[in-house]
């Protein structure tokens, strides 16, 4: 039954209003107005799109935030996956564990973990130290600064991000499938690429989608981990805004930023399923 | 005390509802309807699912807002009355009870929604669980409760404050059957006690049948028909209704004359007479829908010349009666049923039988009706 | 067709796989705590000469203590504000109708896939003019934004689990709209508002990058304080500092997963 007997129109307008009012004064005005400031100098123009898109130098920062965020989505599924499989299929004691192993690095805060990747990866850092006391190596590795160093760092914040959905469509596949397709004669292997990973793949796109949406715009591992030579689009903007205060040039760069994460959204908005975005089990 | 307000003055409607109309978008879902329903009375309205019942019961309670007509109490219209301040107490499919409070604190909900003193609400909340005997459940948690004890909490809740009318939607559905046959006397006994004019919405005929002094049946937001559960069963209105109250065969036939004793009529199978429902009109020629209820045919084994020629199909024991499926011959098929112990019960598949019914309890109704 | 995946070997080598994973995901949480209780100036592992001093420091320390308690105040404010302003227009999105409705939906959510930078920079564009950057108002504002489309989801998720018929059923019994609400829904949906009300918290308490950029000299949050240390001063302080913020994190996360089970069950 539908409901009936809801709230009068200007009752729910006004208990809405507030909502509205903070998200028109703190959202989207803001970011209209910054946006807009791409296209002023001070009469209208382009010319801040046309920079940015005849600059070697920013598509290739562009170009590389996007093959970072890409790469970061291939590793946080092939290491979600398993683990995304293992949360759904364990009952009991072990499940709580696994569950545990995952939410509380989620629910550590960003900085703390990139700090803590800072610890492990920096020259007298914790691997080297092991390693070295190990015998493995002589001199201490470069980690910390590097590409690697990115990928390590934001493959594992945006991991829960795509654990979590797989393991709910994972969940949602009945217990009666797998078995019988075993009992029809079908190998692991063939229920596994047959039955189980096509019933899941609802939960990888959404996995995937969140994973590369939120890379694409990361700010706080990439500054911290990636170091000065490391330049994704998020650091560029800041540099653009507060460094060489051009604002106008921030802007464009951000609206670019923006179109691209929010049209992903839309495009695939059935796939993301941004309502079951609560980040916790 | 506890006894809703008695009719005291003559025949004036505890409800009566005139030319009601409802519409969703290009969806009539309440068609004009109009009833009238007495105080005391046990009154059902029944139809299958998206008939329009719920939508009449969501404009009764005043969950809906009628697009046209009204809906009159006692001599006041509270088609524009808000829900809360209508009296009529209403049970819930699955009871709605509120599952954050106890028995007690639901049933005194509506009295402490009106501001009744507490020491006078806790005297009430105590009769009316005892009216539908659940005393000594007051501080339960209504999930603590058997489905049978929400209903009666649920129930208790309906009538706490005395309302006019009692609304119920579906209240016996979530019940299991054995549990629905009892709670179906002890609610018409409760009825009866407290003289109670109750409105009862139900898809299930049997119940309605059981319970109601009077049944609306109602189909794409219509009332079909308006009656005693005997008339009904007797005097199918339409064939919708008859089709839906009982069983019954329906087939096609044409009328060969019109007499006074009935109508003479020619199907596939051979000449029939029958009786047509009251209002209608009939023709020479006119295409016409005819039903017999299966207890109402006489089957008797041989071919004999003043019947329907017809071999048997099947037989299947009911335990009361066994049905008797035979092919007529024009290869439609007809159901009736025989008592156990009829030598016709034992026939073999592909025997030869005769039917008839008497002319009236054949059902003749206008052809596309239905 | 052979049949690898069924061996014992696959399994034992899968459930390896699985640990180290695990291990990965644990690790840099499980590191903070050992690094805040060595005894050297600077950060050294494994740590020697365990001691309890970087929590002193900690604690000790004007700067931090004053970032922690600006973080604190701003975050119950933003839980308060976001929680307030969340649940009231949830419901109105639930069982009402207004003009602008599946709008306000849509917008409500764009904060969670906005990249953040873009927010901070376009608030900080926006307060800068208006005296905002630095000041309770601005952050509470800031956070409110990014917080509330929490408090929205989990609001939601419990209303759609109230029966719509408990709330007509309370109209019935004679309750004004208002009263329908306040007696019958809200103490329905409460352990959903509680878990928005956290979540809202944490997420004021643990932004970084819009605090970062609306942050003043004097009104500093503890990730802005967290961020410039590990720039520019990298000690055990932060380690200490850090395991202070898991643990009331994680407190207040088993507290919101607490809550949720709790509404299931009811």
């Not at chain 2, 109009?34 to 299958?48: Q, T, Y």
């Not at chain 2, 005929?205 to 189909?219: F, G, P, T, Y």
């Not at chain 3, 969670?112 to 608030?123: S, Y």
Request: with cysteine.
């Amino acid at each position: 039954m539908s409901m009936r007997g809801g709230l009068s129109r200007s009752t729910a307008a006004l208990m809405a209003l507030p909502l509205a009012a903070l998200m028109i004064a703190a959202f989207v005005w803001p970011l209209v107005a910054f946006l807009s400031v791409s296209l002023f100098d001070p009469g209208f123009t382009l010319e801040h799109y046309a920079r940015l898109f005849a600059t070697e130098l920013y598509l290739e920062v562009l170009g590389e935030t996007i093959l970072t965020a890409l790469i970061v989505t291939a590793v946080t599924l092939l290491l979600g996956y398993p683990i995304a499989w293992m949360m759904a299929k364990l009952r009991g004691r072990w499940a709580w564990i696994v569950a545990a192993c995952v939410l509380i690095p989620l629910w550590t805060p960003v900085l703390v973990r990139s700090y803590a990747w800072i610890i492990i990866l920096q020259r007298r850092g914790v691997l080297n130290t092991t390693l070295a006391s190990l015998g493995i190596v002589d001199q201490p590795l470069t980690l910390l600064y590097t590409f690697g160093a990115v990928v390590l760092a934001m493959t594992h914040v945006l991991m829960p991000f795509m654990i979590l959905p797989i393991q709910s469509s994972l969940r949602a596949i009945p217990e009666e499938l797998p078995r019988a397709a075993r009992g029809l004669g079908a190998s692991h292997l063939r229920v596994f690429t047959s039955v189980i990973l096509p019933l899941s793949l609802p939960g990888v796109m959404a996995g995937c989608l969140m994973v590369f949406i939120i890379a694409l715009g990361f700010y706080i591992t990439p500054a911290l981990v990636g170091g000065p030579r490391t330049l994704m689009i998020s650091t560029l903007i800041t540099q653009q805004a507060f460094e060489l205060l051009n604002w106008p040039f921030a802007a464009s760069i951000s609206t670019v930023l923006l179109v691209l994460t929010l049209g992903i959204a839309i495009v695939f908005r059935r796939l993301l399923n941004v309502d079951r975005l609560s980040l916790h089990a | 005390m506890m006894t809703p307000h008695k009719n005291q003055g003559g025949d004036s409607a505890a409800l009566s509802i005139r030319s009601l109309v409802k519409r969703y978008g290009s969806v009539v879902a309440t068609d004009g309807v109009s009833l009238d329903v007495s105080a005391g009375e046990f009154m059902s309205l029944l139809g299958p699912s998206g008939s329009g019942k719920t939508t009449l019961l969501m404009l009764l309670a005043g969950f809906e807002v009628a697009d046209g007509g009204e809906i009159r109490m006692r001599d006041r219209d509270i088609s524009r009355v808000p829900p809360n301040k209508r009296d009529i107490g209403m049970v819930f499919q699955r009871y709605a009870l509120f599952p954050h409070m106890s028995v007690a604190q639901n049933v005194a909900f509506p009295l402490r929604m009106r501001g009744v003193a507490k020491a006078d609400r806790e005297a009430r909340v105590r009769a009316a669980l005892e009216t539908v005997e659940l005393t000594g459940y007051l501080d339960r948690m209504p999930a603590q409760l058997s489905g049978g004890q929400q209903q009666r909490v649920a129930l208790a809740r309906a009538i706490v404050f005395e309302p006019g009318i009692l609304l119920m939607d579906e209240p016996l559905g979530a019940l299991d059957r054995k549990l629905r046959k009892h709670m179906q006397v002890e609610l018409k006994e409760l009825q009866g006690r407290l003289g109670a004019t109750v409105i009862y919405v139900t898809h299930d005929q049997e119940e309605a049948l059981a319970m109601s002094d009077r049944v609306a049946i109602i189909n794409a937001g219509r009332i079909e028909q308006l009656a005693t559960p005997r008339e009904l069963y007797d005097a199918p209105a339409s064939a919708f209704v008859g089709d839906f109250i009982g069983e019954i065969n329906l087939f096609d036939a044409k009328v060969e004359e019109l007499e006074s004793g009935g109508i003479k009529l020619a199907s596939g199978f051979g000449p029939l007479t029958g009786t047509p429902v009251p209002g209608a009109t009939f023709s020479r020629g006119q295409k016409v829908h005819v039903g017999i209820r299966p207890e109402r045919i006489a089957v008797r084994a041989g071919a004999a010349s003043d019947g329907w020629q017809a071999g048997i199909r099947q037989t299947i024991f009911n335990g009361s009666n066994v049905t008797v499926y035979a092919t007529m011959q024009d290869g439609q098929e007809l159901r009736a049923t025989v008592a156990p112990n009829d030598r016709e019960a034992s026939l073999a598949r592909g025997e030869a039988i005769s039917l008839s019914a008497a002319p009236r309890d054949v059902f003749v109704f206008p052809a596309g009706a239905a | 067709m052979p049949d690898a995946l069924g061996t014992r070997a696959f399994r034992i080598a899968f459930a390896a796989c699985c640990a180290l994973i695990l291990f990965y995901l644990l690790l840099p949480t499980l590191l903070v705590f050992p690094i805040s209780l060595g005894g050297d100036p600077y950060i050294r592992f494994p740590p020697r000469n365990l001691t309890l001093d970087w929590y002193g420091a900690y604690f000790n320390d004007p700067e931090w203590r004053a970032a922690t308690f600006f973080s604190l105040k701003i975050a119950l404010l933003t839980a308060v504000f976001s929680t307030a302003i969340g649940t009231a227009a949830s419901i109105a999105m639930a069982r009402g109708s207004f003009p602008g409705r599946r709008l306000l939906g849509v917008i409500v959510l764009a904060p969670l896939i906005t990249p953040h930078v873009v927010v901070a920079l376009a608030l900080y564009f926006q307060f800068a003019p208006l005296g905002l950057v630095g000041t309770t108002a601005g952050f509470v504002a800031a956070h409110c934004v990014l917080a509330v489309p929490y408090v929205v989801l989990m609001t939601s998720a419990a209303l759609a689990g109230v029966d719509p018929s408990l709330e007509m059923a309370a109209l019935n019994c004679g309750a004004s709209r208002w009263r329908a609400l306040w007696e019958v829904t809200l103490p329905l949906i409460l352990p959903g508002v509680a878990a928005g009300a956290l979540f809202a918290f944490l997420t004021s308490f643990d932004e970084t990058v819009v605090s970062f950029f609306i942050s003043g000299v004097d009104n500093k949050t503890i990730t802005r304080k967290i961020f410039e240390d590990v720039d520019f001063n990298l000690t055990p302080v932060i380690a200490a500092v850090s395991v202070v913020f898991v643990l009331v994190t994680v407190a207040l996360m088993v507290a919101v997963n607490l809550t949720q089970r709790g509404m299931k069950r009811g």
